[in-house]
């Protein structure tokens, strides 16, 4: 007698039913409300192919083996059948293997029942209906194959007899899936011999044409199972098992992954190529967020930003579209970067509705450290549901794929990459696959999953050498700690949904200290030289590194980046409220190298004509103390164009605003500085403008796929809160029908049938005995329930439910009918 699997569950433990949530944590979003309902999620479609797709290759082809032995008509098979099928093949794997997959089967509910009488969930059918790849048998297609089938040895003379093209489309057919689209009229066309033969077709999905299917339809081997325009053809499971004598009825069988051959690199070379790649990517992304600071991107009314300003932004960075448009959505993904509203004035100016621009986060970002900068990016990179490198290529609609645009969104993005890495993780530390090992590893650790997205595995480990999570083709150790991290933040149990980071506990993580070691230490001083460059020997630390922004103009990066001191960044300096003096002691105070003679003279000289000229807006004006110099300005021909008018000796004007008479002063070697209505000097650092804050993705679990784990303690009281549901539904079956029939009357109950149920309850309060109790509750709905009276006053029954020792109050108005317990 067959074992339903609802049935099967309700006999297991506590404990057992909680390993199952654990291991399939789909079951408990919702909570169901009984075993039966448990039952039928974890046959559903939906939640078999989740179970599948975690399952490596072997694992597979042991269910594949549990499903080929087993009965007719849904009846089961045999630990011992499974070994049986699973050893016939040349190269046999060891049974302690097969027995291992079978219990690995039976943990996740797949396979269920005593090892004597196995049996498939009924959801694996619905998810892989050709198990192994192998298709019906003949009974099931057509009774003359199935004759043809039922001689050997008249079907291997039918085999050997095959023309090439015919043999290599049953060959192909044998490998799987059984099934091939025909052709319109192929199945039409006459049967010839082997000079006239039509190979497979491999733009067809490889499916074949011409004479060589008819060939073999007309000789039993393939069998019609649809007809007209678009038929198909199916092989017979006898017939792909005689082709498959070489390989076994499974297919070639490996218990273990396949060995990565490629040599393993130095591990210290590995970190610090990896290392040297970190400070690239903050130096690119703080360059990147400074560029969008100055000029921001609008945003396209399709979504996204548009080719040109990627490619303006990947011309000032010196990097190519594709590395950029990776900093551009790992800076999104990070809170860092974000869209601001315009309005006004403001819209007009630059012609958008939206502008993707740093948000205030990235003043908190930039004074971090290093790694921990890093940290925030590659977190940011782990989680978010972007796939870059479709950025470029063309939509459906033919059109291009824009960086931060709604076609880049891809769910499964979070898991590819955790499925890539985790090779990397399960290696030897510095062990460095080609992207095809890696590819083959997946292929094997769970091919459902791998297949298709071959390209974006290739995209995880290019993405990952830029980011610095590898180094030399193999994962670093701060790489593999960050994993470590992120894993642990999302299976935390007090954090079951991963939404608090390391970050916010306010120590480092292990990844950052890791990675801190490896990288230089910051360092809080330059060397001058006497041709006016400033050369830092090492990262600069946050303050210096925004005093560098003011005083200097980047020249090149590196391990030591170099500067230049010009006649505009002291000028810029000034503007933003430096003096000479301060100027003077801060290259004394940083610099361990003696301030040369020319800088000094560079400060001093230009803070002696700053501020000689001061700017106003009357449509502008200028006004000097100092008459000469503006008899000097008025008389200069290169700014004839600004039609200055001397207002006063010390005072003129023109018709232009503010800015561009500032420009064009400057222009023309003149250092003058704008000042407010009150003639006091106006600082021209620029305001900072900022979009709105944004939640980094960091913050939302590594998988937004994945459903919450839970911890133990709360999968058992899962646990008993199904039971309970399960004890009160066939609590619910097993009431008198008196009681349900009453529980379902509507309207007033009659005063009669409503004092019959009131006397049996006093009885049973003085007999200390069980009832049924029928009831409508607070939402109209109708229940039952048996309880065992404790008192009754103020209109209200107390009644204990002895299943669950829990003490319920109901209305007596709202009861129905009670009847005692036989």
């Not at 209906?129 to 019906?136: D, K, Q, V």
């Not at 990459?417 to 460095?432: E, I, K, N, Q, Y």
């Not at 030591?560 to 960044?569: D, G, Y």
């Not at 650092?685 to 784990?709: I, N």
Request: proline residues 8%; hydrophobic residues 40%; charged residues 25%.
């Amino acid at each position: 007698m067959t074992t339903s699997l609802a049935d099967h569950l309700r006999t297991l433990p506590d404990e057992s039913l909680a390993a199952l949530l654990r291991l399939r944590p789909d079951l408990v979003v919702p909570v169901p409300a009984d075993v039966s309902a448990l039952a039928i999620r974890a046959q559903s479609r939906v939640s078999v192919a989740r179970a599948l797709d975690g399952l490596d290759q072997f694992t597979l082809q042991i269910l594949d083996a549990a499903r080929l032995t087993r009965g007719p008509e849904g009846g089961g098979t045999a630990t011992e059948a499974i070994l049986a099928l699973a050893t016939t093949g040349p190269h046999p794997p060891a049974p302690t293997a097969v027995r291992g997959a079978v219990d690995k089967l039976r943990a996740l509910f797949l396979l269920y029942g005593p090892e004597h009488e196995l049996h498939v969930v009924g959801g694996v059918d619905e998810v892989s209906p050709y198990p192994a790849g192998l298709g019906r048998p003949a009974a099931e297609l057509d009774p003359r194959t199935a004759a043809l089938c039922a001689d050997p040895a008249k079907l291997r003379r039918t085999l050997l007899a095959a023309p090439p093209s015919a043999r290599a489309i049953l060959d192909r057919l044998a490998a799987g899936p059984p099934v091939g689209t025909v052709p319109p009229g192929a199945l039409d066309a006459p049967a010839t011999g082997a000079e006239d033969e039509f190979p497979a077709d491999p733009t067809n999905g490889g499916a074949p044409t011409g004479s060589p299917i008819r060939w073999l339809v007309d000789h039993r081997l393939l069998v019609p199972i649809s007809s007209g325009r678009g038929g198909a053809v199916e092989l017979p499971r006898e017939v792909a098992l005689l082709l498959r004598r070489d390989s076994g009825p499974l297919g070639p069988l490996r218990t273990d992954p396949p060995v990565v051959t490629s040599p393993p690199r130095e591990p210290k070379a590995v970190d610090s190529a990896g290392a040297g790649q970190t400070m690239e990517v903050v130096r690119h992304t703080e360059a990147l967020l400074e560029s969008l600071a100055a000029e921001p991107a609008p945003v396209l009314r399709s979504g996204g930003v548009g080719v040109r300003d990627l490619r303006r932004l990947a011309r000032g960075l010196g990097l190519d579209d594709s590395t950029t448009a990776l900093l551009f959505e790992v800076a999104y993904a990070a809170g860092l970067l974000g869209e601001l509203e315009l309005t006004g004035a403001v819209t007009t100016r630059y012609g958008g509705d939206q502008q993707i621009l740093p948000t205030g986060g990235y003043e908190v970002w930039r004074a971090s450290s290093l790694a921990q900068r890093w940290e925030q990016l590659a977190r940011a990179w782990l989680t978010m549901t972007r796939q870059v490198g479709l950025v470029g290529q063309r939509d459906d609609r033919d059109r291009p794929i824009s960086v931060l645009a709604a076609e880049a969104e891809r769910a499964g993005a979070p898991a590819a990459r955790r499925a890539v890495l985790a090779v990397l993780t399960d290696l030897a530390s510095a062990t460095a696959p080609t992207p095809d090992e890696v590819q083959e590893l997946l292929d094997w650790r769970a091919p459902r999953r791998a297949r298709g997205r071959e390209a974006a595995h290739r995209e995880v480990l290019a993405e990952a050498a830029q980011l610095g999570v590898t180094g030399l083709g193999a994962l670093t150790s701060y790489g593999r700690l960050l994993l470590v991290d992120v894993a642990e933040a999302d299976e935390r149990a007090d954090d079951p949904l991963g939404l608090l980071s390391d970050a916010e506990s306010g120590e480092p993580s292990t990844a950052v200290r890791a990675l801190d070691a490896l990288l230089p230490a910051p360092v809080d001083h330059f060397l001058l030289q006497a041709d006016l460059t400033v050369v830092v020997p090492g990262p600069p630390d946050p303050a210096l590194a925004g005093e560098l922004d003011v005083v200097a103009e980047h020249e090149s990066a590196g391990g030591a980046s170099v500067h230049r001191v010009t006649t505009a960044s002291v000028r810029r300096a000034l503007d933003t409220g430096y003096s000479a003096d301060d100027l003077h002691a801060l290259f004394r105070r940083r610099s361990r190298t003696p301030v040369p003679q020319g800088l000094t003279y560079l400060v001093d000289d230009v803070a002696r004509k700053h501020g000689g000229l001061r700017v106003g807006g009357a449509g502008g004006y200028v006004r000097s103390d100092d008459e000469a110099l503006l008899s000097e300005v008025l008389a200069d021909k290169r700014l004839e164009s600004m039609a200055f008018r001397r207002l006063a000796p010390t005072v003129l004007v023109t018709p232009y605003q503010v800015g561009r008479m500032l420009s064009a002063l400057r222009d023309a070697g003149y250092a003058p500085v704008p000042e407010d209505a009150s003639g006091s000097t106006v600082l021209s650092r620029p305001k900072t403008r900022r979009a709105p804050a944004r939640v980094p993705v960091t913050s939302r679990g590594l998988d937004p796929l994945a459903s919450p784990r839970l911890p133990m303690p709360r999968l058992l009281g899962v646990v008993e809160q199904i039971r309970r549901g399960d004890a009160a539904a066939r609590a619910a079956r097993r009431a008198p029908a008196v009681v349900r029939g009453g529980a379902a009357r509507t309207g007033p109950v009659p005063a009669h049938t409503h004092s019959d149920a009131l006397a049996v309850l006093q009885q049973a309060i003085r007999d200390k005995a069980l009832v049924w109790v029928g009831y409508v509750d607070a939402h109209g709905a109708t229940a039952s329930r048996l309880v065992r009276p404790v008192s009754i006053g103020a209109g209200y029954l107390r009644a204990e439910d002895e299943r669950t020792e829990m003490l319920h109050t109901f209305a007596l108005h709202r009861i129905t009918a009670a009847v005692l317990e036989d």
